[in-house]
């Protein structure tokens, strides 16, 4: 088969699209296909009335797709600062997804062609999605025009595999992978961390999400036995607790992090990727037993809603796989469906426990958080009445807010 340089496979693909339509799937987190990017910036032409289908995850993607050509557009579920001129302009639509509801809008949304980073064939001309096989799994099963970049750098993980005579075009794009750090616990964090080690039970099954929420709960685990991981992302702290014995089996669909963390992701037997369609189908989540989901949000009010999304007033985010989580950790046996942040903000100026969300930046409803935790403490939601639930979250807050939210309260249960 022959393999094209990446250039060529740019011109190959928009003389196809010129003739099909211009949607073309790529893939996001730390498959990003960034010598493609260039590509097209060295001939923008190429670009032209494409539209970049996708979902670029904030702090990992830094890339504006759409900015390729001032008649390119671009569709993702996140909305990052990155690609924020292009949002304001119009030119990037968004749309929001849950991850879950993401694998199936790429199963069904029209387009003309995807193209995927892919490991070296093996042997049997088979290749591997590597540390990104969450979403890209739904674009191929459909009837689109296939572009294979074969990178070097990919490993091969287990999961699944794809014959490479499957793809229409085979192109060489040898790069490094996007990297990520995932960074260090704070003072808040820490405490948090220690709060989780309390919660989670013998044999429990452990998500986490991107930040700081992800790095407290993976060291949680360290120095605990026969665990599993199933998330939908891991990050370089699950390394060390690789390396502590404390897992018998990681399930994701992406990996984002280090070359070291890549690099294990193909040599340790106990991970395996699977696609986002079971890594997050909440009827998967329900039946595994003692499902610990833990999330983050922005900021939480008294009511228990949550907002995952909006910063005065603007979307600089998406809800991602946090709802999928925590629905199915509520579902779970023995689960637990926490959303763990720091009380405050700028130095204990800015309480992240507010009086009352506006409608629009309810990302997470009441009905779906279960456990709150910040570093002053737990507040189990589940169960308890309306003023039960401002009481246990007050209990949480920062000290120096805690009569400002009580007053508040007392203000906004009179008028209910």
Known sequence: ??????????????????????????????????????????????AAGLT????????????????????????????????????????????????????????????????????????????????????????????????????PAMPRVRGAVYPLAGFDLVADASHDLLTYAAGTLDPAFDAI??????????????????????????AALEGMKGLRIHSGMVTDPLLPVLDSGALTEVVTGLAAGSRALYDRCGEDARIRFEPSGFTHDIRVLAAIPRLVAVNSAIEIDLFGQANAEFQDGRQISGVGGLTDFLRGARLSDGGLPILALPASA???????????????????????????????????????????????????????????????????????
Do not use: C
């Open 346 to 416: 700028r130095r204990g100026e800015i309480s992240r426990i507010v009086p009352r969300l506006p409608p629009l930046a309810v990302s997470v409803p009441r009905a779906d958080v279960g456990l709150v935790i910040t570093e002053h403490g737990v507040a189990d939601l589940r169960g308890l009445t309306l003023d039960a639930r401002a009481e246990a979250l007050i209990g949480v807050a920062d000290p120096g807010h805690r009569d400002r939210l009580a007053d508040a309260w007392a203000e906004m249960r009179r008028g209910l």
């Open 193 to 218: 961390k220690r709060h989780l080690q309390g919660l989670i039970p013998a044999g429990a099954s452990v998500q986490f999400g991107v930040g700081k929420a992800g790095v407290a709960a993976l």
């Open 1 to 46: 088969m022959i393999r094209l340089t990446v250039d060529l496979a740019a011109r190959e693909v928009a003389r196809q699209l010129n003739q099909t339509g211009g949607r073309l799937f790529i893939p996001g987190a730390a498959s990003e296909p960034l010598a493609l990017f260039e590509a097209y910036r060295r001939e923008p032409g190429l």
């Open 52 to 151: 970049f289908v996708s979902a670029h995850v904030p702090g990992i993607n830094r890339t504006d797709w759409a900015s390729l050509h001032e008649t390119a557009r671009a569709e993702g579920t996140f909305v990052s600062a990155d690609w924020r001129a292009s949002f304001e302009a119009g030119r990037f639509a968004f749309r929001p997804l849950t991850w879950f509801q993401t694998f199936r809008w790429l199963g069904e949304t029209p387009l003309d062609a995807a193209i995927v980073q892919v490991s070296e064939p093996d042997a049997d001309g088979n290749v591997s999605l590597g540390i990104a096989s969450d979403l890209a799994p739904a674009v191929l099963a459909r009837d689109v025009y296939k572009v294979a970049l074969i990178n």
